[in-house]
């Protein structure tokens, strides 16, 4: 066997669906000797980082803390912890995530009704009201920022519906939170769970969750123990809370790696961060435009942080990728589920959505068409792009 040589990746710049860039100053924090995970120094720092996500979830919740796994296990946490078998959820399916979210629910013992909408489109409140006052659920399941098919779901109104019929609102914001609005008390969400390795640009690891005290009052009337031992928030909030008592050992390095870059979230604020994240969105969708690109989601309802695009006639989709990797070290990701072959999907989240990435891309997606001998204005892209920054 040959020797295994010392780590040494090639540098990428990621603008695929996750992960993102990481700041150089939370790659640095990760490298911060470890301590004990009850060590009374890690405990002020756990405390820390509740307290920046609770500003970052715009919550007051005081069940507000990082599940130690990707943001599939916040889905999973939080829907685990609300249905018992039989319990009535109604989930909105309009992408991969809406399906895992069903698919989680019945594995949970959920009768699930599957709300389903086209690829791309999102759900309006009259048709939501209508399944809400047929079923009367104990859980709404939706998701904000649908990251297969850059889908951005209206969420403002949800809560208050929700709670006409007595249901808890579920809400997946892994792919919103940190770079586009996402206000927990103010829109009455009472389960959300995100990922840190999207918007928060920090390494996969970690999901955020939050739960309002309707859903902790719910979680306390159940009659029979949650499904996940792993997951249960009534042992894992006794860690998190004021007892510390132990229940697994935290991931140390990465609520260093989270706490930090929910700092650099809150120096740049979280306005101007959402501004940003829209302005460069802005810019790639007017480059894109003059290359003859089109958006996959609804007009109107379109990411800013998840970018998928129909891939123009005469492109080849894999050829177009490697080409970007390999010539420009440029990572996007490829089409899921309905949309596989048919889609590109490039995110511009936290770190990695810079007015430098948007131009570097489109000039490398023009390099790359114009080799496959796609019709477009050579040079459009970049221009409309840097006509929108103007």
Same mark, same amino acid.
């Given at each position: 066997?040959?020797?295994?040589?010392?780590?040494?990746?090639?540098?990428?710049?990621?603008?695929?669906?996750?992960?993102?860039?990481?700041?150089?100053? #939370?790659?640095?924090?990760?490298?911060?000797?470890?301590?004990?995970?009850?060590?009374?120094?890690?405990?002020?720092?756990?405390?820390?980082?509740?307290?920046?996500?609770?500003?970052?979830?715009?919550?007051?919740?005081?069940?507000?803390?990082?599940?130690?796994?990707?943001?599939?296990?916040?889905?999973?946490?939080?829907?685990?912890?609300?249905?018992?078998?039989?319990?009535?959820?109604?989930?909105?399916?309009?992408g991969?995530?809406?399906?895992?979210?069903?698919?989680?629910?019945?594995?949970?013992?959920?009768?699930?009704?599957?709300?389903?909408?086209?690829?791309?489109?999102?759900?309006?409140?009259?048709?939501?009201?209508? #399944?809400?006052? %047929?079923?009367?659920? %104990?859980?709404?399941?939706?998701?904000?920022?649908?990251?297969?098919?850059?889908?951005?779901?209206?969420?403002?109104?949800?809560?208050?519906?929700?709670?006409?019929?007595?249901?808890l609102?579920?809400?997946?914001?892994?792919?919103?939170?940190?770079?586009?609005?996402?206000?927990?008390?103010?829109?009455?969400?009472?389960a959300?769970y995100?990922?840190?390795?999207?918007?928060?640009?920090?390494p996969?690891?970690?999901?955020?969750?939050?739960?309002?005290?309707? @859903?902790?009052?719910?979680?306390?009337?159940?009659?029979?123990?949650?499904?996940?031992?792993?997951?249960?928030?009534?042992? #894992?909030?006794?860690?998190?809370?004021?007892?510390?008592?132990?229940?697994?050992? @935290?991931?140390?390095?990465?609520?260093?790696?989270?706490?930090?870059?929910?700092?650099?979230?809150?120096?740049e604020?979280?306005?101007?961060?959402? @501004?940003?994240?829209?302005?460069?969105?802005?810019?790639?969708?007017?480059?894109? @435009?003059?290359?003859?690109?089109?958006?996959?989601?609804?007009e109107?309802?379109?990411?800013?942080?998840?970018?998928?695009?129909?891939i123009?006639? %005469?492109?080849?989709?894999?050829?177009?990728?490697?080409?970007?990797?390999?010539?420009?070290?440029?990572?996007?990701?490829?089409?899921?589920?309905?949309?596989?072959? %048919?889609?590109?999907? #490039?995110?511009?989240?936290?770190?990695?959505?810079?007015?430098?990435?948007?131009?570097?891309?489109?000039?490398?997606?023009?390099?790359?068409?114009?080799?496959?001998?796609?019709?477009?204005?050579?040079?459009?892209?970049v221009?409309?792009?840097?006509?929108?920054?103007?």
């Amino acid at each position: 066997m040959a020797p295994i040589n010392q780590l040494n990746p090639s540098p990428r710049v990621l603008l695929g669906p996750g992960p993102s860039d990481v700041h150089p100053r #939370v790659l640095n924090a990760m490298a911060t000797p470890l301590l004990g995970h009850l060590d009374p120094q890690f405990l002020e720092i756990m405390n820390e980082a509740q307290e920046l996500l609770r500003k970052t979830f715009r919550t007051a919740n005081r069940l507000t803390f990082p599940v130690s796994g990707t943001g599939s296990a916040g889905m999973e946490t939080c829907v685990v912890n609300l249905i018992e078998p039989g319990d009535r959820m109604v989930v909105c399916v309009n992408g991969v995530f809406g399906q895992r979210m069903k698919d989680v629910a019945e594995r949970a013992g959920a009768v699930v009704t599957p709300l389903d909408k086209p690829w791309g489109d999102i759900f309006e409140l009259d048709e939501l009201r209508q #399944v809400l006052q %047929k079923v009367r659920p %104990k859980v709404l399941g939706i998701v904000h920022a649908e990251t297969s098919t850059g889908a951005w779901q209206p969420a403002e109104e949800l809560g208050k519906l929700c709670h006409e019929f007595d249901t808890l609102l579920l809400l997946d914001t892994v792919t919103s939170l940190g770079g586009v609005p996402v206000e927990v008390d103010g829109w009455g969400i009472d389960a959300v769970y995100s990922g840190t390795q999207k918007c928060l640009s920090c390494p996969p690891g970690l999901a955020p969750v939050s739960f309002s005290t309707r @859903a902790v009052e719910a979680m306390n009337r159940r009659k029979s123990r949650v499904q996940s031992w792993y997951l249960d928030m009534t042992l #894992v909030q006794r860690y998190w809370g004021e007892e510390r008592f132990y229940h697994h050992t @935290a991931p140390i390095s990465m609520i260093y790696a989270l706490r930090e870059a929910l700092r650099l979230v809150h120096e740049e604020g979280l306005e101007a961060r959402w @501004a940003r994240h829209l302005r460069n969105h802005k810019a790639l969708k007017a480059g894109l @435009a003059a290359l003859g690109i089109q958006y996959a989601a609804r007009e109107g309802h379109q990411l800013p942080t998840l970018n998928a695009v129909l891939i123009p006639e %005469k492109a080849d989709d894999l050829a177009t990728r490697k080409q970007l990797l390999s010539e420009f070290g440029i990572e996007i990701g490829g089409g899921l589920g309905d949309f596989k072959g %048919k889609a590109w999907r #490039v995110g511009l989240m936290g770190y990695s959505s810079r007015a430098n990435n948007v131009l570097l891309f489109l000039a490398a997606l023009e390099q790359s068409l114009a080799t496959q001998g796609v019709p477009f204005s050579r040079g459009a892209g970049v221009s409309a792009a840097g006509q929108s920054y103007r």
